[in-house]
Protein backbone atom coordinates (compact mmCIF):
# COMPACT_ATOMS: atom_id res chain seq x y z
CA UNK A 1 0.00 0.00 0.00
CA UNK A 2 2.87 2.51 0.93
CA UNK A 3 3.70 1.72 -2.76
CA UNK A 4 0.93 3.41 -4.34
CA UNK A 5 1.74 6.95 -2.76
CA UNK A 6 5.20 6.63 -3.01
CA UNK A 7 4.09 6.54 -6.53
CA UNK A 8 2.53 10.22 -6.31
CA UNK A 9 5.37 11.25 -4.21
CA UNK A 10 8.07 10.04 -6.32
CA UNK A 11 6.38 11.61 -9.57
CA UNK A 12 6.14 14.95 -7.92
CA UNK A 13 9.76 15.16 -6.76
CA UNK A 14 11.15 14.25 -10.18
CA UNK A 15 8.76 16.09 -12.21
CA UNK A 16 9.56 19.35 -10.50
CA UNK A 17 12.96 18.56 -9.85
CA UNK A 18 13.88 18.71 -13.74
CA UNK A 19 11.65 21.74 -13.92
CA UNK A 20 13.07 24.19 -11.43
CA UNK A 21 16.29 24.81 -13.78
CA UNK A 22 16.22 28.99 -14.63
CA UNK A 23 18.33 31.33 -15.18
CA UNK A 24 18.40 33.77 -12.08
CA UNK A 25 16.20 36.55 -13.96
CA UNK A 26 13.74 33.53 -14.52
CA UNK A 27 11.48 32.40 -11.58
CA UNK A 28 11.45 28.55 -10.30
CA UNK A 29 8.76 26.64 -11.25
CA UNK A 30 8.31 26.59 -7.59
CA UNK A 31 7.60 30.87 -7.64
CA UNK A 32 5.22 29.91 -10.91
CA UNK A 33 3.36 27.69 -9.02
CA UNK A 34 2.33 29.63 -6.23
CA UNK A 35 5.70 28.97 -3.79
CA UNK A 36 4.80 26.68 -0.51
CA UNK A 37 0.84 27.73 -0.84
CA UNK A 38 0.25 27.15 -4.04
CA UNK A 39 2.20 23.35 -4.12
CA UNK A 40 0.37 22.31 -1.72
CA UNK A 41 -3.18 23.37 -2.76
CA UNK A 42 -2.48 21.69 -6.01
CA UNK A 43 -0.88 18.40 -4.18
CA UNK A 44 -4.16 18.32 -2.16
CA UNK A 45 -6.14 18.62 -5.57
CA UNK A 46 -3.89 15.88 -7.42
CA UNK A 47 -4.54 13.54 -4.79
CA UNK A 48 -8.38 14.16 -4.29
CA UNK A 49 -8.47 13.81 -8.43
CA UNK A 50 -6.43 10.55 -7.80
CA UNK A 51 -8.69 9.23 -5.06
CA UNK A 52 -11.95 10.11 -7.58
CA UNK A 53 -10.34 8.80 -10.98
CA UNK A 54 -11.90 5.08 -10.55
CA UNK A 55 -8.85 4.45 -12.99
CA UNK A 56 -6.67 4.98 -10.39
CA UNK A 57 -8.11 5.24 -6.85
CA UNK A 58 -7.59 1.71 -6.05
CA UNK A 59 -3.52 2.62 -5.62
CA UNK A 60 -4.95 5.66 -3.04
CA UNK A 61 -8.33 4.87 -1.53
CA UNK A 62 -6.62 2.37 1.02
CA UNK A 63 -4.74 5.45 3.14
CA UNK A 64 -8.23 7.08 3.77
CA UNK A 65 -8.40 4.21 6.44
CA UNK A 66 -4.62 5.14 7.88
CA UNK A 67 -5.17 9.15 8.62
CA UNK A 68 -1.57 9.41 10.20
CA UNK A 69 -0.09 7.68 7.79
CA UNK A 70 -1.49 9.43 4.73
CA UNK A 71 -1.02 13.06 7.13
CA UNK A 72 2.87 11.93 6.80
CA UNK A 73 2.62 11.05 3.03
CA UNK A 74 0.79 14.34 2.23
CA UNK A 75 3.51 16.28 4.24
CA UNK A 76 5.84 14.20 2.76
CA UNK A 77 4.76 15.12 -1.14
CA UNK A 78 4.41 18.77 -0.33
CA UNK A 79 8.50 18.73 0.71
CA UNK A 80 9.26 16.54 -2.11
CA UNK A 81 7.52 18.88 -4.69
CA UNK A 82 8.62 22.45 -3.11
CA UNK A 83 12.14 20.96 -3.38
CA UNK A 84 12.38 19.32 -6.69
CA UNK A 85 10.66 22.74 -8.52
CA UNK A 86 13.17 25.06 -6.55
CA UNK A 87 11.82 25.40 -3.31
CA UNK A 88 13.93 25.87 0.19
CA UNK A 89 14.01 22.25 1.03
CA UNK A 90 16.52 19.32 0.17
CA UNK A 91 14.82 15.82 -1.31
CA UNK A 92 16.11 12.81 0.31
CA UNK A 93 14.14 10.48 -1.42
CA UNK A 94 14.60 7.30 -3.86
CA UNK A 95 14.71 7.19 -7.30
CA UNK A 96 11.61 6.67 -9.27
CA UNK A 97 12.61 3.28 -10.47
CA UNK A 98 13.52 2.09 -7.19
CA UNK A 99 10.63 3.86 -5.72
CA UNK A 100 8.62 2.30 -8.27
CA UNK A 101 9.99 -1.60 -8.45
CA UNK A 102 7.08 -3.79 -8.24
CA UNK A 103 3.99 -1.63 -9.21
CA UNK A 104 3.64 -2.54 -12.67
CA UNK A 105 2.13 0.78 -13.54
CA UNK A 106 0.26 0.82 -16.80
CA UNK A 107 1.02 2.65 -19.40
CA UNK A 108 -3.31 3.71 -19.09
CA UNK A 109 -2.52 4.15 -15.21
CA UNK A 110 0.46 6.85 -16.14
CA UNK A 111 -2.19 8.46 -18.64
CA UNK A 112 -4.46 8.97 -16.30
CA UNK A 113 -2.24 10.26 -13.47
CA UNK A 114 -0.96 13.00 -15.92
CA UNK A 115 -4.58 13.59 -16.80
CA UNK A 116 -5.31 14.39 -12.97
CA UNK A 117 -2.39 16.29 -12.60
CA UNK A 118 -2.86 18.54 -15.33
CA UNK A 119 -6.76 19.12 -14.79
CA UNK A 120 -5.18 20.15 -11.45
CA UNK A 121 -2.98 22.92 -12.83
CA UNK A 122 -5.54 24.24 -15.59
CA UNK A 123 -7.76 24.61 -12.07
CA UNK A 124 -5.17 26.66 -10.23
CA UNK A 125 -4.96 28.67 -13.58
CA UNK A 126 -0.78 27.57 -14.08
CA UNK A 127 0.12 29.66 -17.09
CA UNK A 128 0.68 27.37 -20.51
CA UNK A 129 4.54 27.63 -20.41
CA UNK A 130 4.49 25.90 -16.71
CA UNK A 131 1.95 22.96 -17.97
CA UNK A 132 3.89 22.56 -20.61
CA UNK A 133 7.24 22.19 -18.25
CA UNK A 134 5.33 19.73 -16.23
CA UNK A 135 3.91 18.08 -19.09
CA UNK A 136 7.13 17.38 -20.94
CA UNK A 137 8.99 16.27 -17.22
CA UNK A 138 5.94 13.83 -16.95
CA UNK A 139 6.46 12.72 -20.53
CA UNK A 140 10.24 11.69 -19.86
CA UNK A 141 9.77 9.69 -16.44
CA UNK A 142 7.09 7.23 -18.53
CA UNK A 143 10.21 5.16 -18.73
CA UNK A 144 11.52 4.96 -15.02
CA UNK A 145 7.84 4.53 -14.08
CA UNK A 146 5.63 2.23 -15.71
CA UNK A 147 5.93 -1.52 -15.32
CA UNK A 148 8.84 -1.27 -13.19
Not at 29 to 45: M, Q
Not at 93 to 117: C, L, R, W
Not at 122 to 129: A, L, R, Y
Amino acid sequence: MQKQLTFLIALFTITFMAGAQTTSTEKTLFERLGGTSGITAIVDDVIEAHMNNPAISARFKPYEDQPERFAKIRQHTIEFFSAGSGGPVEYKGKDMPVTHQGMNISAAEYMHVIDDIMGVLEKHNIDETSEKDVLAILWSLKGMIMSK
